[in-house]
T-cell receptor
Framework: GQQLNQSPQSMFIQEGEDVSMNCTSS?????WLWYKQDPGEGPVLLIA?????ELTSNGRLTAQFGITRKDSFLNISASIPSDVGIYFC?????????????FGKGTKLSVKP | GAVVSQHPSWVICKSGTSVKIECRSL??????MFWYRQFPKQSLMLMAT?????????EQGVEKDKFLINHASLTLSTLTVTSAHPEDSSFYIC??????????FGPGTRLTVL
């Protein structure tokens, strides 16, 4: 079946540093989504990407839909303590209809003040 | 933005009892709702997909008689864990979609079966 490889699995960074994480797929996706999940909560949508090459920002967050349509990255600039959480990428390989999302295993981000 | 609620947020029950979890889309009509299960420190595992007014589609390995899903309206889906056992203890999360490509997640329900 389809798999999403998300890396790194975890990150320990200093407040103020930039963060980068990525996901790669074994197949082509038409949609990439990035979510953040806090402990005991549901995931919250951060950025949605719909076109190959698309680069989208949401505040200090920037995500790109890879040209090959098999990868995506998420960058966080100037990290702050509230960025702590688990970040999931998710992809779907056909748009319009309700295709199921496939989730990466998550990147756990820890930020030292 | 799109808001999805779940109730209850946590539940503790005895083995053998049934537990119902509600998922509501508060400010939009959800043509499709999804139910996920998440074990500690792991990713979300899709259990089933439900469209309003039709039977749910279950993922391989998920027992439909064990996890009953009802999507009676465009704003409400319910998951009933029947005859719950300790191995059913988990974090259950629903999401809803209004025919777009985005899914909006509820806050999750922590189920503990004693």
């Amino acid at each position: 079946g389809q798999q999403l490889n998300q890396s790194p699995q975890s990150m320990f960074i200093q407040e103020g540093e930039d963060v980068s994480m990525n996901c790669t797929s074994s197949s082509i996706f038409n949609t990439w989504l990035w979510y953040k999940q806090d402990p005991g909560e549901g995931p919250v949508l951060l950025i949605a990407l719909y076109k190959a090459g698309e680069l989208t920002s949401n505040g200090r967050l920037t995500a790109q839909f890879g040209i090959t349509r098999k990868d995506s990255f998420l960058n966080i600039s100037a990290s702050i303590p509230s960025d702590v959480g688990i970040y999931f990428c998710a992809g779907r390989n056909y748009g319009g209809s309700q295709g199921n999302l496939i989730f990466g295993k998550g990147t756990k981000l820890s930020v030292k003040p | 933005g799109a808001v999805v609620s779940q109730h209850p947020s946590w539940v503790i029950c005895k083995s053998g009892t049934s537990v119902k979890i509600e998922c509501r889309s508060l400010d939009f009509q959800a043509t499709t709702m999804f139910w996920y299960r998440q074990f500690p420190k792991q990713s979300l595992m899709l259990m089933a997909t439900s469209n309003e007014g039709s039977k749910a589609t279950y993922e391989q390995g998920v027992e439909k008689d064990k996890f009953l899903i009802n999507h009676a309206s465009l704003t409400l889906s319910t998951l009933t864990v029947t005859s719950a056992h300790p191995e059913d203890s988990s974090f259950y999360i629903c999401s809803a979609s209004n025919s777009g490509d985005e899914q909006f997640f509820g806050p999750g329900t922590r189920l503990t079966v004693l």
